[in-house]
């Protein structure tokens, strides 16, 4: 074995300068654009737009119905893969996907403008026409088109998919969702005068709700409550509204029934079904990443029950490196660093897909909650968020309102497309940044190659030898350390000799080389491989034909013509 550089950086793994922006490449004038992301789409207008691609991009993309949502929509993935550089199932594969919380709404659009780049970008930039030429990419931009459709379509936010559930125990189902009690277009919170009431106004800031004081008397106190009505006569508002399945608690990695809306056993919902019948059949798919919303935070996984000392150390030290470049595009807080630190941000989650992408799938998966904003660094700093970053647009400072049951009331409070997902008009920046660290992921894939082949005349007549280089020039091993040493389910990078009009006289045809650690900053691990053949018929034409399988870093092929015949 030897190890020598080789000038594959630029040529071969592109480069992650491209992405970080330290390459001084003039950037190519960006193709006719068929969407444009300063609002929030429908689903239909997802449905429209891969439909377009999938004719406008036809030697590019494939266009996949993966399975149909509880209410009947299709879950569409979209795959991108140069067939002239070989067959999908045979490049390493990305898989990136959004919105598989409905009211993450960004997601979706992370994951669509992420596809809309590569396409648009194909063929004038060159770091991307080399990214989409070396690898497939799988996307699935709407994980959960219900819960996008009521968090769009309606001013609820919806995180779930949507499966009835008896939320307040009277027999009834969905019946006392919030409303919009003023038809603005918005569901904010509704603050009742109330001398029993739990909370009081800031002296310091009419828009802050301060906690009243145990004990405290002698002043105006509020109940505070989602906006709208007491549907069902029960005495409480908005208790019991659309139900439903979370689905990142449905999967099969930590399952528990005690999660809230976990499901009733893993898988249980056609949305999550149909995620892992797509991803398992497809087992060169190397990576995984989500788009969530919100705090500006990236995630490692897994998150819960196995703490860092039961998880190999070379995968962490992996994560963290992959996570270095994505704190510095995007300014996000690192948390795939240290793992008690997602463990307490979870709180915990059980069930979690990319838990399952990491444990069960056994590949490196990580998550971006996207969109970075100060809620959790108390109301002062939000507040003071609010005033610098939104220009004070993101509260809706309380006004006076007449509700039909309680009489006078007042409706105030965050705007969903404030903190859940950013106003519109910066929405692209947010996602060009997030597209831009994702590349640098992408590009970090495992990738088998045929370094040289040849032949050469032995000394005895129609004696050949037949010698390869091989190696993986990828940043990643060819498998994870989780998937070889705990799953048990890393596949060796197999080489394979067959010949034409030749037979092997020492050496073997089949050759397993087991996990091939990725390329660093002094290159990659060459296998040099060799094997001596006799040529059968001089008189005829001779060929060795190498390959070169690996399940996540491809397959490659070189023929070579035995000298001598």
């Known amino acids: ?326 704190v510095e595009i995007t300014g996000y807080a690192n948390f795939a660093y240290e793992k008690q630190t997602i463990v307490d941000l979870m709180n915990p989650g059980h069930g979690v897909f990319n838990d399952w992408g990491s444990k069960v799938f056994g590949v490196l998966a990580m998550t971006t909650e996207m969109w970075r904003h100060a809620i959790g660094e108390g109301q002062d700093a939000l507040f003071a968020w609010n005033d610098s970053v939104l220009d004070g647009t993101g509260f809706v400072s309380w006004y006076p309102s007449n509700h039909p049951q309680l009489g006078p009331v007042e409706l105030g409070g965050w705007d969903r497309w404030s903190t859940a997902s950013p106003p519109e008009h910066l929405i692209e920046e947010e996602l060009h940044r997030n597209m831009r660290w994702v590349l640098t992921f992408a590009e970090r894939l495992p990738r088998v190659v045929i370094l040289t082949a040849g032949a050469r005349s032995g000394s005895a007549p129609g004696s050949v030898r037949v010698a390869a280089e091989v190696a993986n020039v990828g940043w990643m091993p060819t498998a994870t350390a989780h998937a070889a040493e705990v799953l048990g389910i890393a596949k060796p990078v197999r080489v394979r000799l067959s010949l034409t009009n030749a037979e092997i006289t020492e050496g073997e045809a089949d050759i397993e080389l087991g996990v091939l650690p990725g390329a660093r900053d002094d290159g990659p691990d060459t296998r040099v491989l060799s094997w001596s053949v006799r040529i059968i018929d001089r008189e005829r034409d001779a060929r060795a034909d190498i390959e070169v399988w690996s399940e996540k870093g491809g397959v490659v092929r070189r023929s070579v013509r035995l000298p001598g015949s």
């Not at 654009?33 to 406008?56: K, M, N, P, S, W």
């Not at 800031?205 to 509020?222: A, F």
């Not at 659309?242 to 930590?254: E, K, M, Y």
């Open 1 to 326: 074995m030897t190890r020598r550089p080789l000038g594959w950086k630029c040529a071969a793994a592109v480069t992650t300068a491209l992405w970080m922006g330290g390459c001084t490449q003039p950037t190519p004038a960006r193709a006719e654009r068929a969407i444009t992301f300063d609002r929030y789409h429908r689903v239909e207008e997802f449905q429209e737009y891969l439909a377009g691609a999938a004719r406008e991009h036809s030697g590019l993309v494939t266009l996949h119905e993966i399975g149909q949502s509880r209410l009947g929509r299709p879950i569409l993935a979209i795959e991108i893969n140069n067939p002239e550089t070989g067959p999908a199932a045979e490049k390493p594969g990305f898989y990136l996907d959004g919105n598989i919380h409905g009211g993450e709404v960004l997601g979706g659009e992370g994951a669509l403008y992420f596809v809309d780049y590569l396409l648009t970008r194909y063929g004038a930039d060159s770091a991307i026409t080399n990214l989409v030429d070396t690898r497939a990419f799988y996307v699935v931009p709407l994980v959960n088109p219900d819960g996008r459709a009521i968090s769009v379509d309606t001013p609820e936010n919806h995180r779930w998919n949507v499966r009835p559930v008896d939320e307040d125990g009277d027999g009834l189902v969905d019946e006392d969702p919030p409303e919009d009690l003023d038809g603005d277009g918005r569901i904010l919170q509704m603050r009742v005068p109330d001398p029993n009431g739990r909370w009081k106004i800031s002296p310091d800031d009419p828009r802050r709700m301060l906690r009243r004081g145990r004990g405290e008397n002698g002043g105006s106190y509020y109940q505070v409550y989602a906006e709208g009505v007491d549907s069902d006569g029960d005495g409480r508002f908005n208790e019991d509204r659309v139900g439903g399945v979370d689905l990142n608690r449905n999967f099969p990695a930590n399952w528990d029934p005690a999660q809230f809306a976990s499901g009733p056993y893993p898988l249980s919902e056609p949305e999550t079904h149909a995620l892992v019948e797509y991803i398992t059949s497809r087992p060169n798919i190397a990576a995984i990443h989500t788009f969530h919303t919100s705090g500006g935070l990236l995630l490692r996984f897994p998150t819960l029950a196995d703490q860092d000392w039961n998880f190999p150390q070379a995968d962490l030290e992996d994560y963290r490196a992959i996570a270095e470049a994505g």
